[in-house]
Nanobody, 122 residues
Framework: VQLQASGGGVVQTGGSLRVSCAVS????????VGWFRQAPGKEREFLAA????????KNADSVKGRFTISRDNDNNTVFLQMNNLKSEDTAIYFC????????????????WGPGTQVTVSS
């Protein structure tokens, strides 16, 4: 499984941004996808996850109500819509995949892609 995050950039406080994760896999095994982020000097943080069907999602409390995860299985892409962005949302955003059910801990994910930088400026 290979993943590629994209869509990062610079946005003003209060603005919105949608990052995407393109997933390629050699088999049709169901897989869950999670989004994480890592700010300078901080540990990687779980944000949201979605199961293989797209019907079950989970958000971290820190972004609940502002971030929404979704997936388009026809195009093997997972999205993270981020609204009302704050300066503390500035980080590198990563997507990760695992076969089976979704999880919230980074060590439970087997496949990671390079991140995309999101910068929120005031």
């Amino acid at each position: 499984v290979q993943l590629q995050a994209s869509g990062g950039g610079v946005v003003q406080t209060g603005g919105s941004l949608r990052v995407s994760c393109a997933v390629s896999q050699p088999t049709h095994s169901p897989y869950a996808v999670g989004w994480f982020r890592q700010a300078p000097g901080k540990e990687r943080e779980f944000l949201a996850a979605v199961d293989w069907s797209g019907r079950i999602t989970k958000n971290a409390d820190s972004v609940k109500g502002r971030f929404t995860i979704s997936r388009d299985n026809d195009n093997n892409t997972v999205f993270l819509q981020m609204n009302n962005l704050k300066s503390e949302d500035t980080a590198i955003y990563f997507c990760a995949a695992r076969r089976g059910n979704m999880r919230t801990r980074q060590y439970e994910y087997d496949y990671w892609g390079p991140g995309t930088q999101v910068t929120v400026s005031s």
